[in-house]
């Protein structure tokens, strides 16, 4: 494991996020339309990304993970905090400047239905971002949209075709293929097999990771299923309400959770396996409303050990193993 | 052990503009008392139809066979007595609590309102029931969640509210529409606790629908696989998660990603799933197969029981028989 660390150290890091953080405000009075409340989406999320690594974002619904992708992409404008991408601060950039630099930066959404446009074949839906970027014209354009259709394993005679007349692994398999012409560095996957059959799912997981190995592109990774986050990633960041709680390598995650959370999330996965119906950790509660959230540790309300200090003070990222860091006063 | 839901050939079909749709075709299976079967297959395999032919609440073009709940045949039905069993015999629960609880009435009025089409008490009466439903499914402030709307609960609780609907008359069968897909991780376990604690107060029976593998081994007994509106293979859980003899259960199992190994690449099923409308002949599975034989595309096999209990749809399973 030691070894590992050594060698992610020596990788480039690709994007480096720190202390970024999005609140949403939320409007109330009738007449003036006053900021009252704020929706802390994400709060102090940092962590590094390597070149040709996974991060992997993991979290329950409403805990922020999709919204640190989106931030990132600038789809929302930042509260605080600053991105390095390749060592620029993306965040300080003009919209114009970076619009230009996003063609390194690119998205899978998690539904490939709703994320292509049904009046596009898939032909015309590949080429167009490559058309925006000025990249291709006439024979070199379709010459490359079928060499990227071919590098996600589609057909050539379905180019032509429209969404509704693929299923959803294969529309999955056009939106990655989308996201891969502009040669991006960096691609946020947001959820990007949860919509697909179980059948489908490793199919699509294992296209991301070969693709990976023969471009060197960076994952962050955002998703809420375990074994899936197991397979693609080499660093996973658990976030919960928010707030990241524990960081680590994806092996060392997994061998040894320190933070009462992901000892419950971790243990929550139902195994196929008969013979392994061991104990659960039932959590008590539900995650509660990230509008102002509490001052002290977010997890404190559902957490089995929590005390006085937790309530009132909010833990910071200690790193109790070399590369693992937990967010958590009883660790 | 007595069936409490026996299910003989059943047949539905929808017509639709590219064809004859055969969602659920010619299948058959039983249920014991207290006993927890899991059906379990890909989205458009016929599994949530087969819960709502036998619920009774699909409008199909064609819907052939019997289903006996404690040996009266649902399909002969009326409607009248459908009402009356419906809720008392056999309730079920969905997938989104949010779209089968009512908006526009607190969740008290709509449990009201069930008790009250089963049970021969007033309207204090009924309150006083669902107050301790609510107890008995765990939710926090039972007295203020009557009061509220469904809006203003969460997803977990929501589903909670559904579960003590579904047990206001003890039923015999409970039927789970994929009941923990909509919900996180931590919540899918406290109601996979729940549906464990009422089996063993009430001794209900429980055909649970999802395609969560993991979640059929950690709650039921047996396992019924489903593959494009045909059963390929049942069992009881260890004889499918440990030895399965169908193709594509035995390539449904092999294609998880393991939380215990950390794996080089992953095992797929090649292709898609074919459309219910333009099936291939023969065994529905063989396109996908990887050990067919020539009869595979010829003609579909039979089920055979290869141990006791232990039932399969495959011609190579057949050959290894005789």
């Given at each position: ?331 | ?48 139809v087969t819960s709502l032919s036998v619920m009774r609440l699909l409008k199909a073009h064609t819907m052939e066979g019997q289903i006996l709940l404690e040996g009266k045949d649902l399909n002969n039905m009326s409607e009248r007595e459908l009402s009356k069993t419906r809720g008392k015999d056999i309730s079920m629960i969905f997938q989104d609590p949010m779209t089968s609880l009512d908006p526009c009435f607190t969740c008290g ?214």
């Open positions: 494991m030691t070894n590992q660390s050594n060698n992610t150290n020596e990788k480039e890091v690709v994007l480096r996020v720190e202390h970024l953080k999005k609140y949403f405000p939320i409007k109330s009075g009738k007449i003036l339309d006053r900021k009252v409340r704020h929706l802390c989406a994400v709060d102090d999320v940092s962590f590094t990304l390597n070149a040709g690594d996974t991060f992997a974002l993991v979290g329950e619904s409403g805990c922020g993970k999709t919204t640190v992708g989106k931030t990132l992409l600038r789809f929302y404008e930042p509260t605080a905090g600053s991105a390095y991408f390749e060592g620029k601060d993306i965040f300080a950039m003009s919209k114009e400047e970076f619009r230009q630099y996003r063609r390194n930066m690119q998205m899978i959404f998690q539904d490939p239905m709703s994320s292509l446009n049904p009046r596009m074949t898939i032909f015309d839906s590949v080429a167009d971002v490559m058309k925006l970027h000025h990249m291709y014209e006439g024979e070199a354009l379709s010459r490359r949209v079928y060499e990227l259709l071919d590098m996600v394993g589609l057909p050539n005679w379905l180019a032509k075709r429209y969404p509704h007349e693929f299923s959803g692994g294969q529309l999955q398999r056009a939106c990655i293929a989308r996201a891969l012409a502009l040669n991006p560095k960096f691609i946020v996957c947001d959820e990007p097999v949860s919509a697909l059959d179980v059948s489908i799912q490793s199919q699509v997981l294992n296209l991301l990771t070969d693709i990976q190995k023969d471009t060197g592109v960076s994952y962050l990774f955002i998703s809420h299923g375990l074994p899936a986050v197991k397979y693609i990633s080499n660093n996973i960041g658990i976030m919960y309400m928010g707030k990241l709680v524990e960081t680590a390598s994806s092996e060392e995650l997994f061998c040894n959770p320190i933070h009462p959370y992901t000892q419950a999330l971790l243990s929550a996965v139902p195994k196929p396996d008969p013979d392994q119906r061991s104990e659960k950790i039932i959590l008590q509660g539900e995650v509660t409303s990230p509008i102002d959230p509490p001052t002290g540790c977010r997890f404190a309300s559902r957490c089995p050990y929590a005390t006085e200090q937790c309530k009132s003070a909010s833990p910071e990222m200690r790193e109790v193993v070399p590369g693992h860091f937990v967010a958590c006063f009883q660790r | 052990m007595q069936n409490v839901l026996e299910v003989k050939n059943l047949k539905t079909y929808f017509f639709t503009d590219e064809g004859i749709a055969k969602a659920v075709d010619d299948i058959s299976f039983e249920i014991g008392a207290g006993e927890t079967v899991g059906l379990v297959g890909e989205s458009g395999c016929g599994k949530s009025y709509q449990m009201r309102e069930t008790i009250l089409q089963h049970h021969d008490v007033d309207k204090q009466q009924a309150d006083k029931m669902a107050l301790e439903l609510l107890k008995s499914v765990g939710i926090p402030d039972p007295k203020a969640t009557l009061r509220r709307y469904p809006h203003e609960l969460s997803g977990g609780q929501r589903q909670r509210i559904m579960i003590a609907m579904a047990m206001t008359c003890n039923t015999k069968l409970l039927i789970a529409d994929e009941p923990t897909t909509a919900l996180d991780m931590t919540i899918q376990a406290q109601i996979l606790n729940l549906m464990r604690d009422i089996r063993k107060e009430h001794n209900t029976a429980i055909l649970m629908i999802t395609h969560d593998l993991g979640v059929v081994a950690e709650l039921c007994d047996r396992v019924i696989v489903m593959y494009c509106g045909k059963i390929v293979e049942s069992g009881t859980v260890r004889q499918i998660f440990h030895s399965p003899m169908h193709p594509y259960t035995r390539d449904l199992l092999a294609s998880l990603p393991s939380l215990d190994v950390k794996q080089d690449r992953l095992n797929t099923i090649s292709g898609v799933v074919p459309s219910i409308t333009a099936l291939p002949t023969g065994c529905r599975y063989h396109p996908r197969c990887s050990v067919l034989c020539e009869a595979c595309s010829r003609e579909y096999p039979e089920m055979i029981e290869v141990e006791p209990g232990h039932k399969v749809c495959c011609h190579l399973c057949e050959r290894k028989e005789s």
